[in-house]
């Protein structure tokens, strides 16, 4: 269920951060129309000249942050002036005598000056002109954005128009002045061009820690900074992931269970949720509904969280069976129900936060930019890594428990319960490993995300994600099927023919050597897999 410490905790960040609010009231203009003219020429009465623009002071503020992306940032305070606002302004997207290298994605100084000074100016009649570029607009070269797309091979990568305004057609959309910059590249061989550089906000940006595609499967939509590595991974893990399942869901007794039954519906959640990001990450969302691109990411939101929440009652169960707690089946169904609704109750619970009027830093971001949680703002940390830390803790905390419980144990209950309770211990333990490295994998995860995001530095996807996610899918292969004892006797009777006699089968898979095993003369239980 959803925690009341969350919802206080959303609460106490809209009221905490409501003196963010109240100070942008304090700057004359939005950020985008502003330029930093902290080396402008003071004037006496106040006022600045920067770039032959005279800007009063009522247009001046001081800035203690930046804007890239949308999203703001801490920074050293400075002067700005809201220039674009008396001035059309245009964004280059490197210093003056400095080219955007698209190879190395920097600003690296060419062998040859490239001088730009003049671009083509599209009127409202739609007649085209070469202008001076300093004569009609204020250049600024501040990072408006992260994310550059460049295309050189297509030639509507070269068509664009440029409007007295400063803003930018191309591709049938209308680009703001901070969502493009321009730089020189070379056409043709020999051949440099003055081109806008749209940002890539809304096309392959970073939506997910997961891709799970790789270039060689001629995938046409595969961002081109996306780790090759962690993307082969990603593609193998599923894969797996959908084996064990397909195996565990055929066998009878595995699945009849309590335990099998959570393992396949932590499977299932996991599965459909990864596969929806895997489609955000292979559609382009240009051709996404507004509507559709929102439902997909919380659809994924909702079942990825609802897996770890059946691990955590996974655990519950398990430390319920050794305290000797039996509960009955329409308490535990209610349970799966309660736990639904829970997650669902979360799901809105994030909704409500994208819709509402926290700053965006606080925001899931669904929807908006992207369709999954926008990596550049804490909302992921809030609402997605913040939950699965603590659901993961509660399952950890609940196997310690279990696994102290075990030795609690009377030894007439040992003795009774000896064929029954081999098995549970069996799948306890292969299930409190495989949480282990859930545990590992996902703490390690909230850890990159946080340094990442403390050096704005957003694509925190490296090799070890995609090896950590590969690791994953094998353990839960090995650990949560191979280990799986109902799985073993139905794969010896079934697959292994040279054994025909079933006792036997048994006490070869169970290694029934301890009090009350099938061996036993006085031993209640027949040669037989009981289903726990």
Request: hydrophobic share 45%.
């Amino acid at each position: 269920m959803v925690s009341p410490w969350n919802i206080l905790f959303v609460i106490w960040l809209s009221v905490g951060v409501k003196s963010l609010e109240i100070a942008s009231i304090n700057h004359p203009c939005a950020y985008a129309h502003t330029v930093n003219i902290t080396d402008g020429l003071r004037l006496k009465d106040g006022s600045y000249t920067y770039a032959g623009v005279v800007v009063p002071p009522h247009l001046l503020a001081e800035y203690s942050f930046k804007v890239i992306d949308g999203v703001e940032y801490r920074a050293k305070k400075h002067l700005r002036g809201c220039v674009c606002l008396l001035k059309p302004c245009i964004s280059f997207c490197c210093p003056e005598n400095l080219i955007f290298d698209a190879k190395h994605w920097n600003c690296t100084k060419p062998h040859q000056v490239r001088e730009s000074t003049h671009v083509e100016l599209t009127y409202a009649n739609r007649s085209v002109e070469q202008v001076r570029i300093r004569d009609r607009f204020v250049v600024r070269t501040e990072l408006g954005c992260r994310n550059k797309f460049v295309d050189k091979k297509h030639e509507n990568f070269w068509q664009w128009d440029l409007f007295e305004n400063g803003t930018l057609q191309r591709d049938d959309r209308l680009w703001s002045t901070d969502e493009y910059c321009f730089s020189p590249l070379e056409h043709k061989p020999e051949q440099w061009e003055l081109t806008p550089l749209n940002c890539e906000r809304f096309q392959t940006g970073y939506r997910v820690w997961i891709y799970a595609i790789c270039k060689w499967l001629c995938f046409e939509y595969v961002p081109k900074y996306a780790n090759r590595h962690f993307l082969l991974g990603s593609i193998i893990a599923i894969i797996i992931n959908i084996f064990t399942l397909s195996l565990l869901g055929s066998v009878r007794d595995a699945r009849k269970s309590h335990y099998g039954q959570l393992i396949i519906y932590y499977l299932l959640s996991m599965i459909v949720g990864y596969s929806l990001l895997v489609y955000l990450a292979l559609k382009n969302p240009m051709k996404l509904s507004h509507v559709a691109c929102r439902n997909i990411g919380f659809l994924a939101y909702f079942c990825i969280m609802l897996s770890f929440v059946f691990l955590a009652i996974c655990s519950l169960d398990f430390l319920l069976k050794f305290k000797q707690k039996s509960v009955k089946s329409s308490v535990r169904q209610l349970g799966y129900a309660l736990a639904v609704l829970a997650v669902v109750g979360l799901r809105f619970l994030v909704s409500f936060a994208q819709d509402s009027k926290l700053p965006k830093h606080f925001k899931p971001g669904m929807g908006e930019d992207y369709c999954w949680f926008d990596v550049r703002t804490w909302g992921i940390l809030i609402y997605y890594y913040g939950p699965i830390a603590l659901l993961l803790i509660f399952s950890i905390v609940c196997c310690l428990k279990a696994y102290f419980s075990i030795y609690e144990l009377p030894p007439d209950t040992q003795y009774i319960l000896g064929t029954q309770l081999k098995i549970v211990k069996t799948h306890f333990y292969a299930f409190s490993a495989y949480i282990v490295g859930v545990f590992a994998v996902w703490i390690r995860e909230i850890v990159v995300y946080i340094m990442a995001r403390v050096r704005e530095h957003f694509f925190i996807i490296d090799f070890w994600s995609g090896i950590c996610i590969l690791g994953l899918a094998i353990a839960g292969f090995i650990l949560l099927l191979g280990k799986n004892l109902h799985v073993k006797s139905w794969w010896a009777i079934n697959v292994e023919s040279s054994q025909t006699d079933l006792s036997i089968i048994n006490a070869r898979v169970y290694k029934f050597d301890e009090k009350g095993d099938l061996k036993s003369s006085d031993s209640p239980y027949k040669p037989t897999v009981t289903s726990l």
